[in-house]
C-alpha cells in the first residue's frame, strides 16, 4: 500500500512530568508548575511556559520570572533512584492501557514515555464504507473541538503583522472540500481527526491528562505537526500542503534527523531548512550520503514509508547512573557497590517485566565510561541479581588501570546496564518455583494448609496504581500475620524474590527436595567465583514453630546511607 493512503497519528501528552505532579496533587491543576532533578528542569507546565520558564533554566531565574511556581522535584534521595521514575512510567501505562483498548484495528506503536504512533487506516476504511460521512460532517463541526488545518497559514512564522487565522472557518472549508470534491485521501483524514479526536477525549476521561496529535499519511509529517499548536490541540497536515509546511521546518526538527544525521546534512550543504535540502537533487545527496540518500531525498519531500509497529513494550530496560565531578568512583569497593545496586535496581525493573509481558531478557550490555566508554555484552541466563552481578563484574574489573589492590583508574563518570533481546516466555525453573510457592500461597490463603505458619508469608503486593497498569511489584512483601484471612491476596502471577534470603524458612521446610534443587540451581546458577559471595544452598534453617523472620523483606540497616537502601525504597 502506498504510503499516501494511510492515516497515521501521532499522540504527544503536554508536559507530561508535569501533569502527572498536577494529578497528584490535583490543587495544582492550571497552576505554574516544574519538575525538578538535581536543579535541572524536565518539565514545564504550559501556565509556567507563559512567564518564559523553560526547560534547562536556571532555577533562580525560575523564581525570580515566575515567583508563584511550585518545584516537584522528581522523588529522589542522596544518589540517583531510577525507581523514583516509577510514577511516571506507571502514568505511561494509564495512557497506554486507553489506547491499546480503543479498538483492535489500530496499531499502537510506543514511541517514548509520552508518545504512540497509532495506525488508524483500517478503522477508517471501515467507517468509510459505512457512514454516510458528507451528512455527518455538513451538520457540525462539533466533531472536531480542537482541529487545526496545517496549510502553512495556520501560524505566522514570518511574524507578519497582518497575519490572521480562523481555525473553524479553515476547518469548515477543508471538510467541505473533503466531502465534496470526491477527495478520498482528504476525506480518509477527517476521520481519522474525529477518532483521533475521540481517543484524546477518552484519555483527558480516564487518566486526567491533555495531549495534543498529528495526522497525516504518514509518520514523519504526523510527528511533525503534532506540536504546531499544543496544548490541547490536534493538527491534521494534508499531503498537498507539505511542501508549505516543509519549507520553513528546520532540519533539526525532523523525526530521525534531529541527531548527527541531521547535524552532517546541515553541514554538508551548508542549509538549515527542509526547503533547502528538497531542492538538492538525489544523486548530489548520494555523492555525500550514499547508503542514506534515498531515504533522505523522499523525506525532504514530507514522504516516509516507514510503518507503525505494534509494540507497547520497551525494546530494553536499562538503568544508568552518573558519577560526575568529584562524585567519580576511584575505588574498587565503590564501583562494586555501585554495580550491586544498579543490578539489583535493573533485576526488579525486569522482573516486574517478565510478570507484566511475559518475556525474558537475553542480553545484558555492561557499559562504563572513564576516560573513553568501554562496554560488553553477555548473555542473560537467570534473573538472579547475583549470578548477574558477578557476570558484569568480570566485565567491569577489566576496565580498571590501577595497580593498587583497592583503586580504580581512571575513575568511572557513568555505569550502565541495558538488558535486551526479549524472547516470549517465563524460564522453565523460575516458572516451576513460582508455580509451586503460589501454589502454596493460595493453599494457606484459602485455608486449605493446616499449618499456617505463624510467622509472615510472602504475597506479591499490587498497589491500586499498578493495579491499574497491569502490573505487579514482585519485590515487596506485606505481613500478613495480623490480617483477617480475608484480607489475603493471593498472587495470580508468577513472581520469584530477588534473593534466597527473601524466601520464609515455613516455605523451604516444606519445599519437596527437587524444587529445592532446582531453586539452588537457579540462585546460584552458574554463578562465577569472582567478586562476591555465593550464595548458600538451600538448608531449612530452623524447624517449623521456631521463630520465624518477620515477613516484611528485611533491609540492612547499616550505619550510613548505603545504596541498597534506597534501591530497596518504597514509593
Ligand atoms: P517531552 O514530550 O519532550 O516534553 P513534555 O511532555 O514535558 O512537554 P510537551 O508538551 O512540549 O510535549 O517529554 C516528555 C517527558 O519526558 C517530560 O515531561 C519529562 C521527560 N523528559 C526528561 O526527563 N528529560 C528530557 O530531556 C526530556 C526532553 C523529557
Ligand atoms: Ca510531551
Ligand atoms: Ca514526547
Known amino acids: 500500500m502506498s504510503n499516501r493512503n494511510r492515516v497515521i497519528a501521532l499522540i504527544d501528552m503536554d508536559c507530561f512530568y508535569a501533569q502527572v505532579e498536577q494529578r497528584l496533587q490535583p490543587h495544582l491543576w492550571g497552576k505554574p508548575v516544574a519538575v525538578v532533578q538535581y536543579n535541572g528542569i524536565l518539565a514545564v507546565s504550559y501556565e509556567a511556559r507563559k512567564y518564559g520558564v523553560k526547560r534547562f533554566m536556571n532555577l533562580e531565574k525560575v523564581k525570580e520570572i515566575c515567583p508563584e511556581i511550585a518545584l516537584c522535584n522528581v522523588p529522589s534521595g542522596e544518589h540517583s533512584d531510577k525507581a523514583d521514575l516509577k510514577r511516571y512510567r506507571d502514568a505511561s501505562d494509564d495512557v497506554f492501557k486507553v489506547l491499546n483498548g480503543y479498538d483492535s484495528r489500530v496499531i499502537v506503536e510506543r514511541a517514548s514515555i509520552d508518545e504512540a504512533f497509532l495506525d488508524l487506516t483500517e478503522l477508517v476504511d471501515f467507517i468509510i464504507a459505512s457512514e454516510d460521512l458528507p451528512e455527518k460532517y455538513s451538520s457540525s463541526l462539533d466533531l472536531f473541538p480542537t482541529t487545526y488545518i496545517a496549510d502553512g497559514n495556520d501560524l505566522n512564522e514570518e511574524d ?31 476521520v481519522g481527526a474525529e477518532l483521533v479526536e475521540q481517543i484524546r477525549a477518552r484519555i483527558k476521561e480516564e487518566t486526567q491528562f491533555r495531549c495534543s496529535a498529528g495526522i497525516a499519511s504518514n509518520k514523519m509529517m504526523a510527528k511533525l505537526v503534532c506540536s504546531r499548536h499544543k496544548p490541547g490541540q490536534q493538527t491534521v497536515v494534508p499531503d498537498y500542503a507539505f511542501s508549505s509546511i516543509l519549507r520553513n521546518t528546520k532540519i533539526s526538527s525532523v523525526r530521525n534527523l534531529g541527531g548527527k544525521l541531521g547535524r552532517a546534512i546541515m553541514g554538508k550543504f551548508s542549509i538549515q531548512t527542509m526547503g533547502e535540502l528538497s531542492a538538492i537533487s538525489l544523486e548530489e545527496i548520494s555523492e555525500q550520503f550514499p547508503a542514506q540518500a534515498k531515504w533522505i531525498h523522499a523525506i525532504a519531500n514530507g514522504m516516509d514509508e516507514e510503518e507503525v509497529r505494534e509494540r507497547d513494550k520497551a525494546i530494553s530496560i536499562a538503568v544508568s547512573k552518573n558519577f560526575t565531578g568529584s562524585s567519580a568512583l576511584f575505588t574498587v569497593s565503590a564501583v562494586q557497590s555501585w554495580l550491586d545496586g544498579l543490578m539489583k535496581e535493573l533485576v526488579k525493573r525486569l522482573t516486574e517485566d517478565q510478570i507484566k509481558n511475559q518475556r525474558t531478557a537475553c542480553t545484558l550490555h555492561v557499559g562504563c565510561t572513564m576516560d573513553a566508554q568501554f562496554g560488553k555484552s553477555f548473555q542473560i541466563v537467570t534473573y538472579s541479581s547475583d549470578a548477574l552481578y558477578n557476570s558484569a563484574w568480570a566485565i567491569i574489573r577489566n576496565f580498571n588501570k590501577a595497580v593498587d589492590s583497592n583503586a580504580w583508574e581512571p575513575p568511572i563518570v557513568n555505569i550502565s546496564l541495558s538488558a535486551c533481546r526479549f524472547r516470549d516466555g517465563v524460564d522453565v525453573s523460575s516458572k516451576r518455583i513460582t508455580d509451586w510457592i503460589c501454589q502454596k500461597a ?52 508468577e513472581f520469584l524474590p ?74
Not at 503583522?161 to 482528504?186: G, S
Not at 506479591?460 to 502490573?471: L, Q
Not at 550505619?559 to 537502601?565: F, M, P
Open 498 to 571: 530477588e534473593s534466597l534470603e527473601d524466601i520464609p524458612e515455613d516455605l523451604l521446610a516444606d519445599m519437596p527436595e527437587d524444587i529445592k534443587k532446582e531453586l539452588t540451581l537457579y540462585y546460584g546458577q552458574r554463578t562465577p567465583n569472582s567478586g562476591k559471595k555465593q550464595k548458600p544452598e538451600v538448608v531449612p534453617k530452623k524447624k517449623r514453630g521456631a521463630k520465624k523472620r518477620p515477613l516484611t523483606k528485611v533491609v540492612e540497616q547499616p550505619a550510613a546511607k548505603k545504596i541498597s537502601d534506597f534501591f530497596t525504597k518504597k514509593e
Open 442 to 493: 493460595k493453599a494457606l490463603v484459602s485455608g486449605e494448609e493446616d499449618n499456617l505458619p505463624s510467622g509472615s508469608f510472602p504475597i506479591p503486593v499490587t498497589d491500586s496504581t499498578d493495579d491499574e497498569a497491569g502490573t505487579s511489584r514482585g519485590f515487596d512483601f506485606i505481613e500478613t500475620v495480623e490480617q483477617k484471612p480475608a484480607r489475603y491476596v493471593p498472587p495470580e502471577k
Open 160 to 190: 507578519n503583522p497582518e497575519w490572521q487565522y480562523d481555525r473553524e472557518k479553515t476547518l469548515k472549508i477543508w471538510i467541505h472540500k473533503a466531502c465534496n470534491e470526491n477527495n478520498n485521501d482528504l476525506l480518509r483524514l477527517a
